[in-house]
């Protein structure tokens, strides 16, 4: 991926004609688009349909690699046998996820790490791999933002193919940083012009204000198992899988079956370390127990055990958990509290 | 794993179903396709994701010895929806069978010491591998002992490989049954496995303890041989988590930043000390 | 403000209660609940019409139960709540205490079940006016197109379980959902299994919900599912007389009858 | 012959219902054979959801029916069961579900002319409303679903 980063200048209003090229070369092009009073990724078939005004969109874009409704085992029950059908990973569309934050951007980065430990999970690298990430930077940030604590920023770059900054009224500089994202902006070259003088993308950029320092809670971590904090803070968590599920970096899944007659298929699903079922043993004896255990174990994984054991942030500092949640457990309040511990 | 899906489970026959106790089955199973067979390996200690399609998939470890060629064997109480839909199976039946995933017991490291097997209930499954492939390989190791325990008679289970273990010379096979499960004509021993295991008095000289069972008979066996002098790096346990995806993937089996399927099931009770209090 | 502030102090100096629940401010211009168990903690106590969670859904947790006795920061629809989970047998008379805060931010004090009964008698509950407004447009399509509005709704969920989580009625040690022996709700987030989570849902909250409203703020892609639970109630209120959360020994609309009950489809 | 032969799921009790039905075979008397018969102790164990696995395995159109008020052979079923019904039903068209598919009806076991009609009443009326498309699609639609995320 060590690309020597090409910057571009172009001169539009929008971005919507880079769109259409998109469109029209037959990619499946997921955007923000607002639906009532809600804003989500979705597919779009026309550039009018995004929604560029909005900071962040309620859920995290993993769902175009991770979806929430997963095939994995295709069957069919015969008379004293089973057929087992191949899933065809080749199927899967070239895509554009288009419009998305760095801090979504940055969160395929764990979710690589962990689908790709040891075993390769196809669902999610091949989906991954057939698709270019073209992420707008930030020129906006509200209270729930944390990028800087944890290692990114407004314009940060990480895991994204290309990104577009505006730097005025007619103008966006875009950045080409990595070999797909060469490639998908072939499509749209000749509207680019080189840049001439060198533009100071951090003028455009919104300032977040670093929240705690991330190796400082990382060592923290490691002694306050035991610490009532945990219980403290998850004392008003009701339990809910909102904050796994909207989470760009979250990759836990479940395994149901379903079956109609001889057809059936075994699903992966979304599943959250917040629900109570999420480890409980058939015996009915549960390793986490209460709702803090299993706040600490949300806190400790992606703080503590990805970096540690993958070397990746298992969090990017969306905030996304704290919008989505019904009792405001703000991450990034309760992240400084423990750095203060 | 054909073409890279890594969920996808082999197919295997059930060869034989042998009724344990009330509710518990052993699978004798075997490949399909042959040369997934052929080149299908494991090592004791290993375990593997059993599923009934349609219904879902249970985590069992391996209860057959890797010495024992062709075949596997699983051992399971029917307690859920995929082990009653699997007790409801019968010979000649078909289910999926993903694995062998997670780490081993160190048997070569074991050569020459003493072996002191503590099981109880229906966790004498997992060390019924480990306790044949040393019976197998008998020569590389001192005396063998085997302390096993249930709630009453009629459940233990391998009740005629138990007969196999008392009939030879160069094991010491101990059977005990809970306070009020034994029957008229009970002979074996009375008591919790703690309490039997203290009247043993285990020398710890050369010696590994493993240890199975539920969490209350490992909160109370630690502790015995603890004062009979076994050092935390000679005893070993294989520990039993809630699993799904069995490879590391789907975050919910982790002791600490230990995933039981990855970097277990076996673990010393040296790691264990060191991990938290999350199993 | 200092009203509430000084009630509460009051309450856990002189050990009337080990615990108050109630809000404290939040990020931005949310409150959130807080768990105040000693006196000088009680500043951070704020009330603000504004504010939504449903207190009661914290009244069943193990560890208010083993703190003793609890008081709550109680909205109308809280209060309901309380006397709702009080017919259905979960509280006992004069295990809580009941802190409302008038307009006029002076709070009254409710120990026991009669005392809230009284008082809601003269409290009103209903939708917001937007909500009223989306009732009525949906009571106003036809069944075709009410079908394809909750679809599209529908097809936004995640199978979070915010709204479970957040809605007091539902206690359930282990919901229907999760029951699996057989699998009886689909626990996929596809169509199907969205449909039959949230119909079944409001089956079982149906003549038990007091429409907080709390499951629809509660939900991360903002469905309206108050509608869903709360629809029925003015039809049930007139049909089988009985409106959950007045009267702490109102029986469930459901599990009992009268044989005189009317109906205009059975044939 | 129409084309369409509507698919119906009868869910009946055992001690009226059942036993009508009994009384209009023996009393040869013709009703049609698009029902399909599900036998309960009574109305009052006849689960919701039950009716919408029906729907979700393509059924086009229910029959749910039971002892008369005050019949009951465990006294109180059917008055449950007709709270429930009040209930379901009204929830079901609030949600959008076709509850004109689905008819309720008291038919004892003496009634074996009026479980005739029924069915046949029921059978005519589906056979107009057509196939019950929508929820069908929305049972399958998880296949599509799955294609569009695959694709």
């Known amino acids: 991926m060590a690309m020597e980063i090409e910057r571009k200048i172009y001169k539009n209003s929008s971005p919507d004609a880079i769109v259409e090229r998109l469109l029209k070369a037959g990619k499946k092009v997921t955007a923000p688009v607002r639906s009532g009073k809600t804003v989500d990724f979705r597919e779009i078939k026309s550039p009018s349909e995004i929604e560029y005004k909005t900071l962040t969109t309620i859920q995290s874009a993993k769902k175009v690699a991770f979806p929430k409704v997963d095939r994995v085992v295709e069957f069919e029950v015969l008379k004293n046998s089973v057929n087992t059908l191949e899933i065809d990973f080749e199927a899967y569309p070239e895509q554009v996820l288009f419009g998305a934050r760095p801090c979504d ?19 999610f690298l091949k989906r991954y791999e057939k698709t270019a990430i073209i992420s707008f930077a930030c020129s906006t940030a509200d209270e729930y933002c944390f990028c800087t604590s944890v290692g990114g920023n407004p314009g940060n770059t990480e895991g994204s193919d290309i990104q577009i900054t505006r730097t005025g009224n007619d103008q966006f500089l875009v950045e080409i940083i990595t070999p797909k994202g060469k490639a998908v902006s072939a499509l749209f070259d000749d509207l680019l012009v080189p840049e001439t003088e060198k533009t ?3 003028k455009f950029l919104s300032d977040v204000p670093g929240a705690f320092d991330f190796d400082k809670v990382y060592n923290k971590l490691s002694s306050i198992f035991e610490n009532p904090v945990w219980e403290e803070q998850a004392s008003r968590c009701l339990g809910c899988g909102a904050c796994a599920f909207v989470c760009p970096a979250c990759a836990c899944f479940d395994f149901q079956d379903e079956k109609s007659l001889k057809k059936g298929s075994r699903l992966k699903l979304w599943d959250s370390c ?40 298992g969090c990017t500092g969306c905030g996304r958990c704290s919008r989505a949640c019904p009792v405001d457990m703000n991450i990034k309040e309760h992240i400084s509290q423990i750095e203060s511990l | 794993m054909s073409n890279g899906n890594i969920y996808m489970p082999n197919l295997m026959r059930i060869e034989k179903i042998t009724e344990e106790a009330p509710f518990v089955k052993t699978f004798r199973l075997k490949f399909e396709d042959e040369k997934v067979a052929e080149e299908f390996s494991f090592r004791t200690g290993q375990f593997g994701e059993y599923s009934v399609f349609g219904e879902g998939e249970s985590t069992f470890c391996i209860a057959s010895s890797p010495t024992r060629k062709g075949y596997i064997e699983c051992t399971f109480r029917q307690a859920g929806k995929v082990t009653s839909s699997l007790a409801r199976l019968d010979e000649g039946d078909v289910i999926g069978f993903r694995g062998p995933y997670g780490n081993i017991f160190p048997i070569d490291e ?13 966790a004498l499954p997992p060390m019924r591998s480990v306790i044949w492939n040393c019976l197998d390989t008998r020569e590389n190791y001192k005396d063998i002992t085997i302390l096993y325990g249930a709630k009453t008679v009629n459940d233990l289970v391998y009740k005629n490989e138990l007969e196999e273990w008392k009939n030879r010379p160069d094991v010491n096979l101990v059977v005990t049954v809970d306070p009020g499960g034994e029957t008229p004509d ?26 199975c069972g539920p969490p209350i008979m490992i909160k109370f066996t630690f502790p015995v041989l603890e004062k009979a002098g076994f050092k935390d790096d000679m005893i070993y346990t294989t520990l039993e988590n809630r699993m799904k995806c069995g490879l590391g993937k789907c975050g919910r089996c982790n002791v600490g930043e230990l995933f039981v399927c990855k970097d277990g099931p076996v673990f010393t009770k040296a790691q264990l000390n060191s991990l938290p209090d999350e199993y | 403000m200092s009203n509430l502030i000084k009630t509460a102090e009051e309450l856990l100096q002189n050990k009337k209660v080990n615990l108050v629940i109630g809000y404290e401010k939040g990020t931005g211009s949310k409150t959130r609940p807080v768990f105040i168990r000693k006196t000088e903690e009680a500043s951070k106590l704020v009330f603000d019409p504004e504010m939504s969670q449903n207190l009661a859904v914290y009244l069943l947790r193990p560890e208010v139960k083993k703190a003793g006795k609890t008081a709550f920061v109680a909205t109308v629809p809280a209060l309901r709540s309380m006397l709702q989970l009080a017919s259905e047998c979960q509280i006992k008379d004069r295990d809580l205490i009941a802190i409302y805060v008038k307009d006029d931010q002076n709070t009254l004090l409710f120990e026991d079940f009669k005392s809230v009964e009284t008082f809601l008698e003269t409290a009103s509950t209903g939708f917001k006016p937007e909500e009223q407004e989306l009732l009525s447009k949906l009571l106003a399509m036809s069944t075709q197109e009410r079908f394809s509005f909750w679809t599209t ?39 199907l299994g969205v449909l039959e989570w949230h119909l079944m849902r409001a089956m079982h909250l149906t003549g038990r919900c007091v429409n907080c409203g709390e499951c629809a703020t509660a939900c991360p892609v903002g469905i309206p599912l108050n509608l869903l639970t709360y629809s029925m109630m003015e039809s049930m209120e007139a049909e089988f007389g009985t409106k959950p959360g007045m009267k702490a020994d109102t029986k469930y609309a459901l599990s009992v009858y009268k044989p005189e009950d009317k109906e205009s489809f059975i044939l | 012959m129409h084309e369409f032969e509507p698919k119906i799921v009868a869910f009946v009790c055992n001690w009226c219902t059942y036993a009508g039905a009994d009384l209009t075979g023996t009393s040869r008397i013709k009703y049609s054979s698009n029902v399909k018969i599900i036998r309960f102790p009574c109305t009052g164990r006849i689960d919701f959801m039950l009716l919408m696995k029906a729907f979700a395995n393509g059924a086009d159109g229910i029959i749910v029916s039971g002892c008369h008020p005050n019949d009951c052979h465990y006294t109180s079923g059917n008055f449950h069961a007709r709270r429930r019904w009040i209930v379901f039903n009204r929830l079901i068209d609030f949600m959008g579900i076709d509850n004109r598919r689905i008819c309720f009806s008291w038919v004892s076991a003496a009634e074996g002319a009026k479980w005739a009609d029924v069915v046949n009443n029921t059978v005519e009326k589906i056979r107009e409303l057509g196939p019950y498309e929508d929820y069908k699609k929305l049972a399958s639609s998880f296949s599509e679903i799955s294609q569009e995320v695959h694709e």
């Open chain 2, 110 to 122: 074991w050569k020459g010491k003493n072996l002191l097997f503590i099981a109880g209930g229906i």
């Open chain 1, 274 to 313: 917040g629900f109570s079922g999420f480890t409980i043993h058939t015996s009915g004896h549960n390793p986490r127990e209460s709702q803090g255990d299993r706040w600490r174990q949300r806190v400790m994984h992606k703080f503590s055990y990805m970096p540690h054991r993958l070397q990746v942030r």
């Open chain 2, 186 to 211: 009970w002979k074996g021993e009375i008591g919790f496995v703690p309490t039997v295991l203290e009247k043993m008095k285990p020398s710890p000289d050369n010696t590994i303890a493993i240890v």
């Open chain 1, 105 to 123: 951007a940055a969160g395929f980065v764990p979710l690589h790490a962990i689908f790709n430990w040891d075993y390769a999970d196809q669902f």
């Open chain 1, 200 to 202: 100071e993308k951090e």
């Open chain 3, 153 to 191: 709704e529908f097809e936004k969920c995640i199978k979070c379980y915010a709204c479970r989580a957040a809605c007091p009625m539902c206690y359930c040690h282990r919901c229907t959902t999760e029951c699996n022996q057989p699998q009886w709700i689909a626990p996929a987030s596809h169509p």
